[in-house]
C-alpha cells in the first residue's frame, strides 16, 4: 500500500533561515537513504518556505491568489516522503524514524488505489 | 433467529465472533466480514429450521460466510479487489470444509484482538471495537455500558472499521519487536473495561457487574490464547479478585461499603479460588509486573478474615514493589494506606505529604479519602473534616459522594481504608 508521511511543523523549527545544525542533515540524509535502500521509497520532496507559497481559487469563473500558506495556523507543510510498504504498522515506523518527528508531526495516510484518473498514468 | 436460549447465547456470540475474525484477518475488510457473517447467520436460520442443525454448525457457518464474503468481492470487483486475494478465500474454503470443528481459530482471534487495539485508533475506539467484535457485545450493548447515545457508538464502530480497511491495519499478531508494547495496550483495554465496571466514573451505580464480567470473559480469552504471558495472567487474577468482592462493595441501598466494613461471607469463594490459582500461574513465569503485584496485593485481602487480620505489612511492601515498577502518586496514595494500618496513622501521613504537596492529585477524591481517613485516626478531627468535604467534592459518583458526605463530622462510622 502507499502512504503519505506528510510532515508538518512550526516554521522556524525545521525550517531553517541559516545553515542547520550540525547533524541534522546527516541524520535526514541517512534516513532517506534508508528509506531508499528498503525499496519502499517513491517520492521525496521538501518544499519551498511555506512564505512563498501562493494559493489558487477559481470562484466564479475568476482565478483568485492569495500570497501564503493555506492554514495560517501554528504549523505548516513542510515536506513529503512517499513509501510503498506492506501496511500501516510499517510506515508508522518509518514515520517514527524521520527526523522530523522529534520536533514536528508527521501524518501518515495511505493513498487510495483504483481512481479512475490513475488509469492515465499508466 | 428466533429466541436462543440463554445458555447459547454465548455460544452464538463466540461462534459469530470467531467468524467474523476469520474473514476479516483474509479480507482486510471487518465490515464486509460482518456483513458476510451476517448473511451466513440469516440464512442458517432458514436453513436450519428446514432441515434440522448440522454436525458441524461452526463449519457450516464458517463455510457459507466464506461465500457470501467471495460473491460479494466478485460484485465490487469493479471497485479494486484483489485478484489472488480472491482465489486464497476459494481455496482456504475448501480446504476448511472438510476439518471444520467449530472451533474458533486462535491465530484469527488473536489478529482482531490486535486489530482492534491498535494504537492508530482513539483509545475509547478500541475499548468500544474490543467490546464489539472480541466480545460480541451488541452496538446496544456497549452504549448502554458507556452511557452514550447507540447512533453516536454505531458511526465511531462505523469509522474505524473504515480506517483499518483504508489505512492498512492489519489482523495479525504483531511482529516479535512490537508485541510487548501491543500487548500492554491489549491489556489496557480489558482492564478499563474492567474499571468502568468496578467504579463507574459516570451514573449513580457503583459496580456495573456486566461490565466486570465482560472484562473477565475477554480475560479468559487472551489467557488462552496467550498461555505464556505472565501479565496477562496477573491481569485476569487481578479482576477475578476484584470481582470477588462485588456483592459485599453495596449495601440494599445502594451505598458503597468500604473494604473495612464489607461481609466478607459474601465475597465469592469461586472467584477467589480461580483468581488464587491464576496468580500462582502467573507468578510460576518468573516474569514480575503491575498486574501480578496487584493481584497479590488483592490476594492478601481476600485471605484475610477481617480488616484487623490483613497482612497489612505484606500489602505495604508490594505497594513498595509496585511504585518501583511503576511509579506514580496513586500508588503512593494507596501505599499511604497499607503503611498507615501496618505501621500507624503518622507514617501514612508521611507518605502522604509529599503527594498532597505536589498536588498533582488535588481533583482525585481517593487522595483525599485517605488523608481524612489517618488524620481522624491520628486525632485531627478538624482537619479530617475537611479532607472529606475535599473528597466528596471530588468523586463524579454519585453513590460514592453521598457517602463521602455522610462521613463528615458527626455522621460517625468507621472509616477505615477506603479503597474496596
Known sequence: MKYALLIYSAPGAGEQAGPPPPGVITDWVAYTQAANDSGGLLAAERLAATDTATCVRVRGGDRLLTDGPFAETKEYLLGFYLLDVPDLDTALDWAARMPAAAYGVVEVRAVRTGEPWQAVLG | ?420
Open chain 2, 1 to 420: 433467529m428466533g429466541v436462543i436460549e440463554p445458555g447459547l447465547e454465548r455460544a452464538f456470540r463466540e461462534e459469530w465472533g470467531a467468524i467474523v475474525a476469520a474473514l476479516a484477518r483474509r479480507t482486510g475488510d471487518l465490515q464486509a466480514a460482518e456483513d458476510a457473517t451476517a448473511e451466513a447467520f440469516a440464512a442458517a436460520a432458514k436453513a436450519w429450521q428446514r432441515d434440522g442443525v448440522p454436525p458441524n454448525p461452526g463449519g457450516w457457518l464458517t463455510v457459507t460466510a466464506s461465500r457470501k464474503a467471495i460473491d460479494q468481492l466478485r460484485r465490487n470487483r469493479a471497485v479494486a479487489v484483489d485478484p489472488q486475494l480472491l482465489s486464497e478465500l476459494a481455496q482456504s474454503t475448501g480446504e476448511k470444509a472438510g476439518e471444520m470443528t467449530g472451533i474458533p481459530m486462535a491465530d484469527d482471534r488473536l489478529g482482531m484482538v490486535f486489530a482492534c487495539c491498535h494504537p492508530a485508533l482513539a483509545l475509547e475506539v478500541r475499548v468500544a471495537m474490543t467490546l464489539r467484535y472480541v466480545a460480541g457485545l451488541t452496538t446496544r450493548e456497549i452504549a448502554a455500558a458507556f452511557l452514550l447515545p447507540e447512533p453516536s457508538l454505531a458511526q465511531r464502530l462505523v469509522r474505524a472499521k473504515r480506517k483499518i480497511r483504508e489505512a492498512g491495519i492489519q489482523f495479525v499478531v504483531p511482529a516479535a519487536g512490537a508485541l510487548a508494547e501491543r500487548l500492554a495496550g491489549v491489556r489496557a483495554v480489558v482492564y478499563l473495561v474492567f474499571n468502568e465496571g468496578y467504579a463507574a466514573s459516570e451514573g449513580d451505580r457503583l459496580v456495573r457487574t456486566d461490565l466486570c464480567e465482560e472484562a473477565i470473559w475477554l480475560g479468559r480469552l487472551l489467557r488462552r490464547l496467550l498461555p505464556g504471558d505472565a501479565e496477562t495472567a496477573g491481569l485476569l487474577a487481578l479482576m477475578l479478585l476484584h470481582h470477588s468482592r462485588a456483592a459485599a462493595r453495596q449495601d440494599a441501598s445502594g451505598r458503597p461499603v468500604p473494604l473495612a466494613e464489607q461481609d466478607r461471607a459474601c465475597w465469592d469463594q469461586t472467584l477467589i479460588t480461580e483468581g488464587t490459582a491464576v496468580l500462582a500461574d502467573a507468578m510460576a513465569h518468573r516474569d514480575p509486573g503491575p498486574y501480578q503485584l496487584q493481584a497479590a496485593i488483592a490476594a492478601v485481602h481476600a485471605e484475610a478474615a477481617d480488616i484487623e487480620d490483613t497482612d497489612w505489612p505484606q500489602i505495604a511492601a508490594l505497594y513498595g514493589e509496585l511504585a518501583r515498577l511503576t511509579p506514580s502518586p496513586v500508588i503512593e496514595v494507596n501505599r499511604a494506606v497499607a503503611v498507615g494500618m501496618a505501621d500507624g496513622p503518622l507514617a501514612g501521613l508521611a507518605v502522604l505529604a509529599p503527594v498532597l504537596a505536589a498536588g498533582t492529585l488535588a481533583d482525585y477524591a481517593p487522595l483525599h479519602a485517605a488523608h481524612a481517613d489517618l488524620l481522624a485516626r491520628a486525632g485531627d478531627t478538624e482537619g479530617a473534616a475537611a479532607a472529606w468535604a475535599r473528597a466528596a467534592d471530588t468523586t463524579g459518583n454519585a453513590a460514592l459522594r453521598a457517602e463521602l458526605r455522610r462521613r463528615q463530622p458527626g455522621q460517625g462510622g468507621d472509616p477505615g481504608p477506603q479503597n474496596s
